[in-house]
């Protein structure tokens, strides 16, 4: 009996094409400002035009600046990038939610948000983290540019089907562990490159009980783990957080959407390549001390000592990341100071990340010489933090209050942490240079990044 | 697309594993810029110092692997990222093929779309040959025959996707591939459109 993954795969398969390829049709694809202008144009010069411009959408967000009151201008080169996008999308006649809309803000927060990513539909995007969108029980996942070219022009992609791996979350969540953390968790107990070549569905208890936002956000590091694909079973909590969303269907047609999404879900006795539990009481708040997001620990452990390593290879590589990181083998994770602190990203900017962070700080104040920014995924979330006053809680706190965008994940719009300087980030990836030159990047959850900018050094959030 | 063939070189043992595609090519180098010149930025954070000049100890500044088209690497090369640039800057700086245990997945699917041949080995065998390689060793990877030839003349048989081997060896593009089943196409869109309209 079929997995939800392969039950949506099948219904989208054009034709076969022979050696296990699929040619896949794509209900929706997603552009930004780093490789959107360029496919597009790159379709133009090819003598083609984009296949179905109504099912392409655009948003500038990864080069654009996130200074309070920016415009496209503020980072020049990012400018250059949105313009090409911004002409080709009017030439191509394709939906772009332009930098100051309402519409506008990170990709992958701004899909679900406005209800363009659906339960059962495929949705490709030139970005890893289009993960984060099976999120709903989409099939949804992250391309290149070639392939980006070729899905505009026709539509499909051709595809090899991946294995699909369930990981099971059993049993509920002790205080203060968060979707964030349970990823992480995952991520460090299978590795970075477990789910290569594999599509994940996340299940179990845990997971039921989750909010449609952690259900995003767990999505969001499938990648870490080596899958393209990340996904969670449609179910009310999906139905009730779509409802009502600009693009999502209305009336009779919504009816007809929902008794279809019902049937989504995969049969009990479905059969996946890989399947693993998780018990929930395995799980503590997690942070990165290395490189990889698979280098993780509880915010109560300790750094790693090389002899501990698998293989003399990981040995070396546990080394190296000590080593950039200025960590000492068997020191204790809290406690390390702190120079940054980013709360945002297409893992943790949305509404209740906010709201998490902004608990935490409430009439408190950061330590003095930490820099901490709050970067809203959405011109939505914005303006839904702002209705809440959660931002006049972070500007109270001393945290810079900012604009919508990518920003400090990925350094690519002019701003990054200085090298040397040690971030705890909310995003999700603390590759060598990935928040600048030499920055330091320790990956957790909104809480802990909070909690760590108060202290001014690593901090348990329940502490 | 380049076709590929063959290629002989002095294989770079750069073996250790998740080498991501940020540290392949630095996003800055892909803002605002085309593909042209991503060779001089592929590893900039390895290769350069902080002073720009070139960092002697990186692998691929050392005279016996500079220009190499053959790359030997670790677990899980090219994880991270999706931005085909990682692709562009390997080939801007020579290199032809990576030999690894195993691959990022959209990395992997965007060499096959630019000519570069990601070939999948045991890591033993891959640090055999990096045991043989410099100067006067000299590997050779023949997707015709699919094998990689180490510097001692041990042939080493490796698998490839049928079809994306034919494409690389063809230069063929996807494009005009999947052009050719407009009509399944459209018929499928129109199916589509009628038992699912929301989609
Ligand atoms: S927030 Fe970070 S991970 Fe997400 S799309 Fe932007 S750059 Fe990529």
Redesign the interface.
């Known amino acids: 009996m079929p997995t939800m993954f392969d039950r949506i795969w099948d219904r989208h398969v054009v034709t076969t094409l022979g050696d296990g390829w699929d040619l896949l049709w794509l209900d929706r694809i997603l552009l930004h400002d780093l490789s959107g202008g360029r496919a597009l144009r790159e379709v133009a010069e090819r003598g083609l035009r984009v296949a179905e411009p109504s099912r392409v959408f655009a948003t500038p967000d990864h080069a654009v600046s996130s200074a309070p009151g920016r415009t496209a201008s503020t980072f020049p080169r990012g400018a250059q990038l949105l313009d090409s996008l911004r002409r080709n999308c009017a030439e191509q006649g394709v939906r772009l939610f332009d930098l100051g809309t309402r519409e506008n803000g990170i990709v992958h927060v701004v899909a679900p948000e406005q209800g363009i990513v659906l339960p059962g539909v495929t949705l490709a995007c030139g970005d890893s983290h289009t993960c984060t969108n099976g999120g709903v029980g989409a099939v949804a996942f992250g391309i290149g540019s070639s392939e980006l070219t070729q899905a505009l022009a026709t539509n499909c992609l051709p595809q090899r089907r991946p294995g699909t791996f369930r990981i099971r979350f059993e049993g509920s969540r002790a205080p203060g562990v968060t979707a964030k953390d349970m990823i992480l968790h995952a991520i460090g107990r299978f590795g970075a490159a477990a789910g290569t070549g594999m599509a994940l569905e996340f299940a179990g208890s845990a997971v039921r009980a989750m909010s449609l936002e952690e259900r995003l956000t767990l999505c969001n590091l499938s990648i870490e783990m080596g899958a393209r694909v990340g996904m969670v079973a449609p179910d009310n909590t999906t139905f009730q957080y779509l409802a009502g969303r600009p693009f999502a269907p209305t009336g009779a047609l919504w009816d007809r959407a929902m008794a279809d999404w019902r049937t989504l879900p995969s049969d009990p006795d479905a059969r996946f390549t890989r399947d693993e539990a998780i018990p929930m009481t395995e799980v503590a708040p997690q942070i990165t001390w290395g490189t990889s997001p698979e280098q993780v620990a509880p915010i109560t452990g300790t750094v790693p000592t090389p002899e501990q390593a698998r293989s003399p290879a990981e040995a070396e590589a546990w080394r190296a990341a000590l080593d950039y990181m200025g960590l000492q083998p068997g020191q204790k994770l809290e406690g390390t100071k702190v120079d940054w602190v980013f709360i945002g990203s297409c893992t943790n900017s949305r509404i209740e990340d906010l709201r998490a962070a902004a608990a935490v700080l409430a009439g408190r104040k950061r330590a003095g010489h930490v820099t901490a920014w709050v970067v809203p995924g959405s011109e939505e979330v914005k303006a839904q933090a702002e209705a809440e006053g959660l931002h006049r809680l972070f500007l109270d706190a001393g945290f810079e209050w900012r604009e919508p965008g990518c920003a400090l994940c990925v350094a690519a719009n002019g701003e990054s942490v200085p090298p040397g300087a040690r971030a705890v980030s909310t995003s999700n990836r603390n590759f060598v240079g990935r928040q600048g030159t030499g920055a330091r990047t320790h990956l957790a959850s909104p809480a802990t990044a909070a909690r760590s900018a108060l202290e001014g050094a690593i901090t348990d959030p329940r502490a | 697309m380049t076709p590929f063939s063959s290629v002989t070189g002095p294989a770079a043992p750069l073996?250790?594993?998740?080498v991501?595609t940020?540290?392949i090519i630095?996003?800055?180098a892909?803002?605002?810029t085309g593909k042209d010149g991503l060779g001089e930025q592929a590893f900039a954070?390895l290769r350069y110092r902080?002073d720009g000049t070139e960092n002697p100890e990186f692998l691929l500044n050392q005279k016996s692997w500079r220009g190499t088209p053959i790359l030997l690497a670790?677990?899980?090369f090219g994880?991270?990222?999706?931005?085909?640039g990682a692709?562009w800057a390997l080939m801007g700086m020579g290199v032809r093929c990576v030999i690894a245990p195993?691959?990022?997945?959209?990395?992997h699917?965007?060499c096959f779309?630019?000519g570069l041949l990601p070939v999948r080995l045991p890591?033993d065998a891959i640090r055999r040959i990096a045991a043989l390689s410099g100067a006067n060793g000299l590997t050779t990877v023949d997707l015709e025959r699919g094998v990689v030839i180490a510097p001692d003349g041990e042939a080493i048989p490796f698998q490839v996707?049928?079809?994306k081997r034919e494409a690389l060896l063809e230069g063929l593009?996807?494009?005009s591939?999947?052009?050719r089943?407009a009509e399944?196409?459209a018929a499928?869109?129109d199916r589509?459109q009628t038992e699912?309209?929301?989609?």
Not at chain 2, 79 to 84: A, L, N, P, T
Not at chain 2, 102 to 107: E, K
Not at chain 2, 196 to 199: S, V
């Open positions: 073996l250790a594993a998740n991501d940020d540290v630095p996003i800055q892909l803002v605002g954070r902080s670790g677990e899980n994880c991270g990222s999706s931005r085909e692709v195993s691959f990022g997945d959209i990395f699917a965007n779309q630019n890591m996707d049928p079809r593009d996807d494009i591939l999947t052009l089943h399944a196409i499928f869109r589509a699912r309209p929301w989609q």
